[in-house]
């Protein structure tokens, strides 16, 4: 497949990108500068230079599947980019295709009340964008992940509606989201991981094909 990866110079969007080259897809990835093009051109992807709060939409050309990987981080600009240009992508993926999105979110969206402090903030801003997207129509998964590590990933995680908090390694998000992309009981989801004793493989394989 052609697959547009937006957030690709992130933890995860890396290891989304390098994962999906392995596995022989054709990837374009939205970069904002020429280092973060040059480090993904390494990592087998086709940078489109743009901006989520400007134009971006060129990474879309040809596109099959869209992966959303991007976030605000230590910016702390949520609104903007965890909130509005996650909405925007998804209005546009309405408009003109494709129907296919990814997007990788954050454990605790549904309960924020229940979760650290300081991540109370943008995971309200993610809760909105998130219900964007699962009424928008499109065919979406959305991943929450626990907390990130740059451990090695181990291929082995834990999968539900909601989970138990704990940790996973930025490598093995990446590993479920490129399995959602080949799995049809994926699509219409929103799932929690963090690490645990079920293969990758076998756990999003384990979801049921949406009615």
Do not use: Y
Request: glycine fraction near 12%; proline fraction near 6%.
């Amino acid at each position: 497949m052609k697959i547009a990866v937006i957030g690709a110079a992130g933890g995860v969007g890396r290891h989304v990108v390098s994962q999906l080259s392995q596995a022989g897809h054709d990837i374009r990835a939205l970069v904002r500068t020429q280092e973060q093009a040059d480090m993904l051109s390494l990592h087998g992807a086709n940078p489109i230079m743009g901006d989520l709060t400007g134009e971006w939409t060129q990474v879309l050309d040809g596109a099959d599947a869209v992966v959303w990987a991007a976030g605000a981080g230590t910016s702390g600009n949520f609104q903007a980019i965890d909130g509005d240009a996650l909405v925007k992508v998804a209005d546009t993926l309405v408009q003109q295709g494709p129907r296919r999105l990814v997007v990788v979110s954050s454990m605790g969206v549904d309960r924020p009340e229940q979760m650290p402090p300081f991540l109370i903030q943008v995971l309200k801003v993610k809760a909105v964008s998130d219900a964007h997207v699962q009424h928008s129509g499109l065919d979406f998964t959305i991943v929450r992940p626990g907390g990130l590590s740059n451990e090695p990933g181990s291929g082995q995680i834990t999968l539900g509606r909601q989970v138990q908090g704990g940790q996973i390694p930025r490598e093995d998000v990446a590993r479920v989201v490129v399995a959602c992309l080949n799995a049809p009981g994926s699509l219409g989801q929103t799932f929690e991981i963090t690490f645990g004793p079920t293969p990758v493989g076998e756990a999003v394989a384990s979801l049921p094909v949406s009615s």
